[in-house]
């Protein structure tokens, strides 16, 4: 093999290994996504809170310690509603379950729909915030000018870190574009249909 055709190889070889690195990396960051929402799911890294129920845990409340918990509500451009916390901080104690009323405001006549997205601050606080009953774990649905209150219900677990003596849930509402999804699963079901093929090949038919 003289060297022309030794450096055709080496191209090649070249080429072969660059598209497959670039594959890979293709591969790695379309799975990122996924793979790092998993990983703060379990670690509480960021603040993400599980979107599900918890069941209270019925273990001893420790009363020797207090912990500071704060509340933030925030809005956010293209939803017209206002959201308020009947007490912005309270002090609950390991192991105890509580409850405290968030109320939401529709200004607009209209109807709307939105949800509240939660945080927690620390993030290593996540793990050990059980909540029980939430108004985030689905969306909501105002009329024009309607108020409505919904009561958080949490526990903080007894082993939460002696470190942390606040925590900070931080609740941000989004709009969602109902008529959309409304829309999307119509389609859906019309499309698993069995009798949806037949009646579209019937009025073809009637049309030709």
Request: aromatic share 8%; glycine share 4%; charged share 20%.
């Amino acid at each position: 093999m003289d060297s022309r055709e030794q450096n055709q190889v080496g191209v090649r070889r070249t080429v072969i290994r660059t598209l497959a690195v670039l594959v890979g990396m293709f591969a790695f960051a379309f799975a990122l996504v996924p793979l790092y929402d998993v990983f703060c799911q379990i670690t509480g890294i960021n603040g993400k809170v599980d979107a599900t129920a918890q069941s209270i845990v019925h273990e001893e409340v420790d009363e020797s310690r207090y912990v500071n918990v704060q509340f933030i509500t925030r809005g956010s451009a293209g939803l017209p509603w206002q959201m308020s916390v009947e007490m912005r901080q309270m002090s609950v104690h390991p192991g105890q379950t509580a409850e405290v009323d968030f109320t939401f405001t529709n200004n607009s006549p209209s109807e709307s729909w939105g949800r509240a997205v939660p945080s927690v601050s620390p993030s290593n606080a996540t793990r050990h915030l059980r909540k029980v009953s939430c108004f985030c774990f689905e969306e909501q649905r105002l009329q024009g000018d309607e108020r409505l209150t919904i009561p958080l219900v949490f526990q903080l677990a007894r082993d939460l870190p002696e470190e942390i003596n606040t925590i900070t849930l931080v609740y941000t509402l989004y709009p969602v574009d109902r008529a959309e999804q409304n829309a999307s699963m119509t389609n859906t079901r019309l499309m698993n249909n069995p009798n949806y093929e037949l009646k579209n090949n019937k009025a073809a038919g009637e049309t030709i």
